[in-house]
Nanobody, 120 residues
Framework: VQLQACGGGLVQAGGSLRLSCAAS????????MGWFRQAPGKEREFVAR???????YYADSVKGRFTISRDNAKNIVYLQMNYLKPDDTALYYCAADPRSSTWLSGYDYWGQGTQVTVSS
């Protein structure tokens, strides 16, 4: 199983980025998919989740600004990030788990991360 995240970069505050997570070795429609992030010196934190039935859930800190979605035909999960803030600077990871009960932790599969840096 591989989860290849990309789309990170350097952006000014207020800008947008779209992260992609391409999965191989698993079918995303059969998995709960999540995005997480880890800033320097901080613990990894939950960002967003999309269920097998495409229900979504967000951390309060990104609600209204970020949107998680997936393209089952391409086996890719996206994270559209708008109105970015310097506090959003972190290494962003995608994760997958076959259990519908998985929410904020306990994901079986993880990608390698893509860096997002937001300048003020």
């Amino acid at each position: 199983v591989q989860l290849q995240a990309c789309g990170g970069g350097l952006v000014q505050a207020g800008g947008s980025l779209r992260l992609s997570c391409a999965a191989s070795g698993l079918t995303i429609s059969n998995h709960v998919m999540g995005w997480f992030r880890q800033a320097p010196g901080k613990e990894r934190e939950f960002v967003a989740r999309i269920s097998k039935s495409t229900g979504t859930y967000y951390a309060d800190s990104v609600k209204g600004r970020f949107t998680i979605s997936r393209d089952n035909a391409k086996n890719i999960v996206y994270l559209q990030m708008n109105y970015l803030k310097p506090d959003d600077t972190a290494l962003y990871y995608c994760a997958a788990d076959p259990r519908s009960s998985t929410w904020l932790s306990g994901y079986d599969y993880w990608g390698q991360g893509t860096q997002v840096t937001v300048s003020s």
